[in-house]
């Protein structure tokens, strides 16, 4: 693919903002949408996203519900384009107006206090002017609706069939400009990570030198990174947004980056502490790389998620990368040829805690950090 398009423009800002894969990306999902469809003996899907399920919309359109309250609705079928239902403003719609995937019917029903109620009931109106009600539908994530939504739908489809999982398995499986745009999201999480490390000496205070990441961050084109961060002496770990601690000799530091690029998430965290490591700080720091490893292990050997994940000692979470969002935690193995987070938090009560993270692909064999070879996870300096 040529993303040369993608370059830096005057004050920081980034044409990626509007830009989105180029249109046989997209016909591929479509495609692939289409065959699950015949396999599943269904004429369509109705889709649902909202802020916190935006992945489901997103995959076929490039379409976000950017804010909390927003909702869409969106019709996929074989043989047409994708036909969306929007509750966002005008506005809003003309900002994703520039960056569609090709071949998208956009529609916005305007502001409503309730605005999934609307997006379900306008959609149901469609079906029936259509002439559609006849046809086989299958629901996505139509659970995240609120019962007044999903209502409006099942009261005119009664023997819809939930197709989440079926979906969720073909948007779980990557392809190659997906993991792409989630290398590129990962190497530079761990850059920004990597820089505020570096510059966490004695003496320099925690919002300074997140202030000084995100000023690089708006040059390099990152409209926006989530910098998480933590340091303090022989302390349980407690992450929180940068604030005016000052930096000590003898901290542990930690920062978790989450940045995301082409609508693909990236995330990296990793630990320094300032100053010799004595034998029981450095066997808590080597139990911490050993969680992290076997995590990766069970990952791959295809051990349940739910199984992997912990909340001992710390915790180990598992999640999935969809578009513009993280994937629910899944209840069996990850799938093949996916792409996930590993996040690890170890605590001592003596050495205090550490967090490690980074983001993976795999497929039937191996798995690779996207964000490329470099900072070692923990590490220390006198």
Known sequence: MDFSYLTVI????QIWDYAVFQAEEFEERHARLAGLLEKLGLDGFIVYSDALSRRYVSYLTNYCNSVSWSSSVCLITADKAPYVISSMAPRDITYNLKSLSPKVDLNAVGLDMISNHRVAVKAAEHLKEQDLLGKKWGAVNLGSLNYIGAAALYSVLPDMTDCTAAVDEVIAKKSENELFAIAQATSMAKKAVTDYLRLAVPGANERKIAAQIDRNFRVYGVDN???IVSAGKDQKLELHQPRDYVIQEGDTVSAQVDILY?????????SFYRG??????AAFYAKAVKRFEDAKKDVLAGKNIEEI?????????VNGIGADT???????PMPKNAAYNLVVSCEDEKYGGVILADTFASDEKNQASLGGPGLNRIFWKA
């Open 276 to 281: 010799l490591p004595d034998e029981g700080r």
């Open 309 to 317: 994940s912990s909340l001992v000692n710390g915790y180990v979470m």
């Open 225 to 227: 990174i989530a910098l």
């Open 262 to 270: 082409l609508h693909y998430n990236g995330m990296y965290a990793a």
């Open 326 to 332: 993280s994937e629910p935690p899944y209840a069996g």
């Open 10 to 13: 005057p004050r920081g800002r």
